[in-house]
């Protein structure tokens, strides 16, 4: 499969990368600098970034699967998520890619989760407020096109090795569930690809 990845840098992305290679297939990856991904058969490296539509189609042009491991940045592009996920969308209409998956954030809908409590549910979107609303924007383009869609909705990161064994719950996480290992986000995100599987939905992780 020649997929196309987007953050293919970043703490998910490399264990993304990595799968690819490992297991054949051929991967574009788009990268601000270059040098940050490894040379490897099998991987193509475009220069340019997310927020440029001309970097992003060109890295999707060829491809038959896109995986966005891109993550919120903040004050300082507050809209990329939403931009960059105008920008695959678009690209992937042009090519006549179907499939992408794209991480989000359960954080971002903490204030619907049925299984948290008041006082989190008033702090922490406060706290991300910035970084909150660019991945529910960046969620609302991609379930308004016609793609086959997965978002996946990773709890708190822990710096920790991943351990394949994990739960998931469509929208909110598991009862209980407040953290993941990005490697494990990453082992879902290769799993729904190969197995065509959490289709038009957005898949919450957690331990």
Do not use: C
């Not at 297939?25 to 601000?32: F, G, I, K, S």
């Not at 891109?70 to 695959?88: K, N, S």
Request: hydrophobic letters at 45%.
């Amino acid at each position: 499969m020649h997929i196309a990845l987007l953050g293919g840098s970043g703490r998910i992305g490399t264990y993304v990368l990595t799968w690819a290679l490992e297991n054949g297939h051929e991967v574009t990856a788009l990268a601000r600098t270059p040098d940050s991904l490894p040379s490897a058969a099998g991987l193509t490296v475009i220069s340019g970034q997310a927020t440029d539509s001309g970097a992003v189609a060109d890295v999707v042009s060829d491809a038959q699967a896109v995986l966005s491991a891109l993550g919120p940045r903040g004050a300082r592009t507050p809209a990329l998520l939403e931009t960059a996920a105008g920008h695959i969308v678009a690209a992937m209409d042009k090519a006549g890619v179907r499939r992408l998956i794209a991480v989000s954030a359960a954080g971002a809908f903490i204030r619907g989760d049925p299984d948290t409590g008041a006082v989190v549910k008033f702090v922490v979107p406060r706290i991300f407020a910035t970084h909150f609303a660019d991945v529910r924007q960046m969620e609302t383009a991609i379930a308004a096109s016609g793609l086959d869609w997965t978002l996946v909705r990773p709890t708190r990161f822990v710096n920790s090795p991943g351990t394949g064994r994990y739960r998931v719950r469509p929208d909110f996480p598991p009862p209980g569930g407040r953290k993941i290992a990005p490697a494990d986000v990453a082992l879902f995100m290769t799993d729904a690809l190969t197995e065509d599987s959490w289709i038009h939905s957005r898949p919450a992780l957690a331990y």
